[in-house]
C-alpha cells in the first residue's frame, strides 16, 4: 500500500501541474489568431488525396467545391489507386456543382519505392498546382477526402495566415461523435493529442516544439519548396507531424488549433473502427522504439490508472491518505477532460469515464507495436508500410 501512496501523491503531482501550470482545466485553444481581409487574395490550389472515398466523397467534396473565396482557387483530387469509382464519383460531383470550384482529378498509379499513398498522392497535386499551366498558387489546402469544410473555412484559414504571417495553419478538424464508442473514444483521441503536442507550445513564435492536423492544412507554396515537402517527408507514416517539422525547421512559422468550421464525415461506428485508426500509427509515433513504449505504457498507468485504484484501494482499505490523494488527482484528472468534452458537446458524466479510454488507448498502443513486429504495422487501406529506417 506504501508503493500505491508513493504513485497517488506522483499522479497527484502531475495533475496540479497540468491544472495550474498549464492551465488545461479552463484553456482549450480553438481560435484561429487575429485576422483581417488580405489587400490581395493570394490564390490557393486544395490538394485532396483519396483513397476509395466513394462512401465519404459526397458530404465533403461538394462543400470545398463550395467554398466562399474572393481569390482564385482550384481542387485538385489525386486518385490513390482507388477500386471503389472514387475518381469517376468526384467528377460527376463536379458536374452535379457547375458553379463551383473548378475540379482536376488525377490517376498517378502506385506509390514509388519509400513513398506512402498519401504523400504520393500529395505529391502529384502539388506538382500540377504548380505546373498546371497557370500562375504557381500563393497556397496550397491539404485537406482530406473525409472533410467538410464550412463555405468560409478557406477565406478564415487564408485571413488568419496572411494577418499573422504564417506559413502553415492547421486545424484539427472536429471528428464525429455520435455511436457510443465514438462518444468515449473520440474526444479523449484529440486530448491525448494535445497533451503530446501542446497547441500553445507550438503556436509561440520561436517554438520549439511542432505539429499539424493532417486533415486540414494550409501551407504558403514558398514554404513548402524551401521545406523540400513532401519529398523530404516521403516515406513519414505521420506525414501531419513530420511536415509541420520540415516546415519550422526551415524558418516557417506554424500554428495549429481545433477547429469550428472543418468537421470529419468519417464514421467510425465500432470500436474496431476506431481501435484500427489508433493502433496503424501509435508505434509509428513512438519512432517503433521499445524504451518509448515502455515509457509511454508507465506513464499512462501511472497518471491514468492510478488514481482511481488509489481511490478505490484507500477505501477498500481504510488508508484515508491513499484514498484522498487517488480521489484529488481523479477529479483534476476529469476537470482537465471537461473544456474538450464542451468542444465535441458531449456531456460532463464521461469526464470521470477517462481512465477507462486510457486504459483502451493503452491497449491499442501495445497492439500496435505488436502488429508492427508481425509485419502488419502502419496498414491502411490495403497497404502495409515499413519503418523509414527499413524502406
Known amino acids: 500500500m506504501g508503493y500505491l501512496l508513493v ?80 475518381a469517376g464519383l468526384a467528377r460527376r460531383l463536379a458536374d452535379a456543382h457547375p458553379g463551383g470550384l473548378p475540379l482536376t482529378v488525377l490517376s498517378p498509379g502506385e506509390p514509388g519505392a519509400g513513398w506512402t499513398g498519401k504523400l504520393w498522392a500529395l505529391r502529384h497535386g502539388i506538382a500540377h498546382a504548380r505546373s498546371g499551366g497557370g500562375p504557381v498558387p500563393d497556397y496550397l489546402l491539404l485537406t482530406d477526402a473525409d472533410i467538410s469544410h464550412a463555405p468560409d473555412s478557406l477565406r478564415e484559414l487564408v485571413c488568419a495566415a496572411t494577418a ?118 501509435a508505434y509509428a509515433q513512438l519512432r517503433h522504439h521499445p524504451a518509448l513504449l515502455a515509457g509511454t505504457v508507465a506513464g499512462l498507468v501511472l497518471v491514468y490508472l492510478v488514481p482511481p485504484a488509489a481511490l478505490l484501494a484507500g477505501l477498500a482499505s481504510g488508508r484515508p491518505a491513499v484514498a484522498w490523494a487517488g480521489g484529488l488527482a481523479w477529479l483534476l484528472m476529469a476537470g482537465t477532460y471537461l473544456p474538450m468534452l464542451r468542444y465535441y458537446r458531449q456531456p460532463a458524466v464521461l469526464a470521470p469515464l477517462l481512465p477507462l479510454t486510457a486504459l483502451l488507448y493503452l491497449l491499442m498502443t501495445v497492439d500496435s507495436a505488436v502488429q508492427h513486429y508481425r509485419g502488419r504495422g502502419a496498414a491502411w487501406k490495403g497497404r502495409t508500410y515499413a519503418r523509414p529506417g527499413d524502406a
Not at 497540468?18 to 481560435?31: A, C, E, I, P, S
Not at 513519414?236 to 516557417?252: E, F, H, M, P
Request: some cysteine.
Open 7 to 86: 504513485a497517488a501523491c506522483a499522479s497527484l503531482v502531475v495533475w496540479l501541474w497540468l491544472t495550474l501550470g498549464q492551465g488545461m482545466f479552463w484553456r482549450t485553444d480553438t481560435r484561429l489568431p487575429a485576422r483581417h481581409a488580405p489587400a490581395r487574395w493570394p490564390s490557393v490550389a486544395i490538394v485532396v488525396p483519396a483513397r476509395d472515398e466513394a462512401g465519404v466523397l459526397p458530404h465533403s467534396l461538394p462543400s470545398l467545391l463550395a467554398q466562399d473565396y474572393p481569390g482564385e482557387a482550384e481542387v485538385v483530387l489525386v486518385d490513390d489507386g482507388s477500386t471503389d469509382g472514387t
Open 164 to 281: 499573422a504571417d504564417l506559413d502553415l495553419v492547421s486545424q484539427m478538424a472536429r471528428l464525429r461523435a455520435v455511436s457510443v464508442w465514438e462518444r468515449l473514444i473520440v474526444p479523449a483521441f484529440v486530448y491525448f493529442f494535445a497533451q503530446l503536442y501542446p497547441f500553445r507550445w507550438i503556436n509561440r513564435p520561436a517554438a520549439r516544439t511542432a505539429a499539424a492536423a493532417g486533415g486540414c492544412v494550409l501551407l504558403r507554396t514558398e514554404a513548402a519548396v524551401r521545406a523540400g515537402v513532401p519529398e523530404s517527408i516521403r516515406q513519414a507514416v505521420i506525414d501531419d507531424v513530420s511536415l509541420a517539422r520540415a516546415v519550422q525547421r526551415t524558418g516557417g512559422r506554424i500554428w495549429l488549433g481545433l477547429a469550428e468550421r472543418v468537421d470529419s464525415v468519417r464514421p467510425y461506428s465500432s470500436l474496431g473502427d476506431l481501435w484500427r485508426m489508433v493502433s496503424r500509427s
